[in-house]
C-alpha cells in the first residue's frame, strides 16, 4: 500500500517562494512516475508537474520556469519548488503516484493549500 503526505503550503505573497514536499512511503519508491496537481475552486483539476523514475520531468506551461519538480530516491521524497508565485497559483495542491507500468495517477495525497495574496 502506497502512502504519500504532503507538507509546505501555506499563505504567501506574490512573487514569494514556497517548497512543497512529499513523502513516499510503502513500495519501491523508484519503481513509481510521481506528479503534483494542484485544484482551484470551481477549476478542474490539473497536472502541475511530473517525474519519472530516471528523472525526467515534465512542467505545465504555467508553471514553467517557476516551479521545479525533483526527487529523492533516498529519501523517497519529492520536491516542489515554487517560485515567483502569483495569486492564480492559489489552489490545493497534490502529491500523485504511479507505478512505471500504469498509464493512471492512483495514488494520492491528502493535500496541502497554497495561497498567493496579491
Known amino acids: 500500500q502506497v502512502e504519500l503526505s504532503e507538507s509546505g503550503g501555506g499563505l504567501v505573497q506574490a512573487g514569494d517562494s514556497l517548497r512543497l514536499s512529499c513523502a513516499f512511503l510503502?513500495?519501491?519508491?523508484?519503481?513509481?512516475?510521481m506528479g503534483w496537481f494542484r485544484q482551484a475552486p470551481g477549476k478542474e483539476r490539473e497536472l502541475v508537474a511530473q517525474i519519472t523514475s530516471g528523472g525526467s520531468t515534465y512542467e505545465a506551461d504555467s508553471v514553467k520556469g517557476r516551479f521545479t519538480l525533483s526527487r529523492d530516491n533516498a529519501k523517497n521524497t519529492v520536491y516542489l519548488q515554487m517560485n515567483s508565485l502569483k495569486p492564480e497559483d492559489t489552489a490545493s495542491y497534490y502529491c500523485?503516484?504511479?507505478?512505471?507500468?500504469?498509464?493512471?495517477?492512483?495514488?494520492w495525497g491528502q493535500g496541502t493549500q497554497v495561497t498567493v495574496a496579491s
Open positions: 510503502g513500495r519501491t519508491f523508484s519503481l513509481y512516475v
Open positions: 500523485a503516484a504511479k507505478h512505471i507500468t500504469t498509464s493512471t495517477y492512483d495514488h
